[in-house]
């Protein structure tokens, strides 16, 4: 089974992560872990010409690494195997095109546990999510 884990570098992640870790006798074998983290992008304009392609990429390169790396450090105390990357996007749909692409089984995703009215007017990562994929999706709260 493969399980995409949804990775913002928050302490919802880490739990996310401690859950699935806690319940792998769920699936049958060791499950195909994949950690993705999604930055949205820097919005085109002066800054973007500012700074130069290099720098951002430089910003997404050092952004997902300190997302990623208390995710990894679980998993790998855990000695479990991992595909970790990040993508520059819209988050709910970065994930879905991850998930389509790798042919994901589920999609497992820490929650910051907001309000319904607070979701109402923001919208939130996973509610997206659920919105504009067929793939299972775990939320952890």
Sequence with gaps: MKLL?????????AKAIKHVVAHLDWFRGEPELHLLHVKLPIPPGRSRAFLGEEAIK??????ARDALTSAEKLLRKHELPY???YKVGEVAEEIRGYAKKHKIDMIVM????????????MGSVATKVLACTSVPVLIVR
């Design 5 to 13: 884990i949804a990775v913002d570098g928050s302490p919802y992640t």
């Design 58 to 63: 430089r910003y997404y390169d050092e952004e």
């Design 83 to 85: 595909v970790a990357s």
């Design 110 to 121: 820490g929650s910051h546990g907001h309000g319904a009215l607070q979701n109402l007017v």
